[in-house]
């Protein structure tokens, strides 16, 4: 018997690696001819760290990407704000948040599965329960028949579809551009990442390697239908420090990444009889507390480990009982933070700035305290 995954990004990825290594057998359907390399970086929190550790993956991770030690919130002159010290957190749970290139992490993963089988070009249409089993149609005209299979087929989820018909994507205005450049931050940024807020707009920047950078750059729009150019962004972010205005001048406009930004409203249904969701299939969340593949991350984790003690019945009950408390918190922090961050008033942005000031350290530690702590089954 297999486990069916949709999905090969972080979260099916991820999912297969944890099944495997629980002695369960997976194969995963993917809907794209090729896995691409998106040219982008992620940062790996200490949550998602203690995950890839216990699944045997910490060091070729950490040998790979760049260790970040604080997180900063500081003006569009990069003049400072907030500081989050992450060695606190690195000392307790003996790892880093790391900052990688997407496409190291995907080839990482990918190199890591064994048995698993990855059946690209299977774009799902459909599923049809059926008595013990589902049948999953494919765009290329294949049928299968399959007993217990996992969603993990992103914010757009087709497989969600079936579970539950009436969920809700929010659109936030806020468009992102990502970039990856040539670049070596002076030694004082190299282990920070930096995250500067002007009005209606932000941009986030980090090493993720010897000589490369990832940024971000999202700005608030009343209507984004024809914001999506990268032509624009240079003026966008005129008022920003020289470092940022570097950044975006020094990446390739043909290799900048543009998405709108959306969630799903938080849902309290993740699985209906023999088929169940992970990662932002069943909470896709906005990317300001740089949460989303981490918590994918530690669906993986927790759901192999119901799965490999239970019934599939009961496993989906307790996965979902376990994480839904802490994904929920993300998601609705995460939206508050993407509000806070995009004020357009002076007078609040001052506001929030002098609160941002003030915020005692004790404060961020204990918020940070909450996303660090694996559940445990
Ligand atoms: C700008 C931005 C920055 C972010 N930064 C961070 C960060 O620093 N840290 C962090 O933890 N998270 C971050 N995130 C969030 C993170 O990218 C997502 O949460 C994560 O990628 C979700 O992984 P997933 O595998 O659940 O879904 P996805 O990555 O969306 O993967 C879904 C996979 O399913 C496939 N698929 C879709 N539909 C079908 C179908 N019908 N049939 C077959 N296959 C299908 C897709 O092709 C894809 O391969 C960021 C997000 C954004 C937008």
Redesign the pocket.
């Known amino acids: 018997m297999h486990i069916d995954i949709?999905?090969?990004?972080?979260?099916?990825?991820t999912t297969a690696i944890a099944l495997e290594q629980k002695g369960i057998k997976t194969r995963i359907?993917?809907?794209?001819a090729e896995?691409k390399h998106v040219g982008?970086?992620?940062?790996?929190?200490n949550n998602?760290m203690q995950v890839y550790e216990k699944l045997g993956l910490k060091a070729i991770i950490e040998a790979n990407g760049n260790p970040i030690s604080s997180m900063h919130i500081t003006r569009s002159n990069l003049n400072p704000l907030s500081k989050i010290d992450l060695t606190y957190f690195e000392k307790k749970y003996h790892t880093k948040n790391i900052a990688i290139h997407r496409g190291t992490l995907q080839q990482i993963l990918i190199d890591t599965l064994k048995s698993t089988e990855i059946n690209l070009n299977?774009?799902?249409?459909s599923i049809n329960a059926q008595k013990n089993k589902c049948q999953l149609t494919?765009e290329n005209g294949q049928h299968i028949q399959s007993s217990i299979v996992l969603g993990?087929?992103?914010?757009?989820?087709?497989v969600r579809q079936h579970i539950l018909p009436d969920h809700q994507i929010r659109n936030t205005n806020q468009i992102?551009w990502?970039g990856i450049t040539t670049y070596k931050l002076s030694k004082a940024f190299k282990n920070e990442i930096n995250e500067a807020w002007g009005k209606s707009s932000r941009f986030g920047f980090v090493q993720i390697s010897e000589n490369t950078v990832y940024w971000?750059a999202?700005k608030s729009f009343k209507s984004h239908k024809n914001e999506l150019s990268v032509h624009a962004l240079e003026d966008y972010f005129s008022h920003y420090n020289i470092l940022i205005k570097d950044l975006i001048k020094s990446t390739h406009k043909e290799h900048i990444h543009t998405?709108a930004?959306s969630d799903l409203k938080p849902t309290h249904t993740w699985f209906k009889h023999n088929v169940c969701l992970?990662?932002?299939?069943a909470h896709?969340?906005t990317?300001n507390i740089?949460?989303?593949?981490?918590?994918?991350?530690e669906d993986a984790f927790i759901l192999s480990e119901c799965l490999s003690k239970h019934q599939f019945n009961k496993a989906f009950e307790i996965y979902q009982t376990l994480r839904l408390p802490k994904v929920h918190h993300v998601v609705k922090t995460s939206w508050r933070i993407g509000k806070l961050a995009h004020l357009s008033n002076p007078m609040l942005i001052a506001l929030r700035n002098q609160l941002l000031q003030i915020t005692p350290a004790s404060i961020n530690r204990k918020q940070n305290e909450y996303l660090f702590k694996l559940n445990t089954v």
Not at 6 to 13: F, K, N, R, T, Y
Not at 40 to 45: D, K, S, T
Not at 122 to 125: D, E
């Open positions: 949709i999905g090969a990004g972080i979260g099916g990825l359907f993917e809907q794209s896995l982008a970086g992620i940062i790996l929190a998602a299977h774009k799902l249409t494919f993990a087929d992103g914010l757009n989820s087709i992102c990502r971000y999202v998405a930004i992970v990662g932002d299939a896709a969340t990317p740089g949460q989303g593949a981490c918590q994918a991350i």
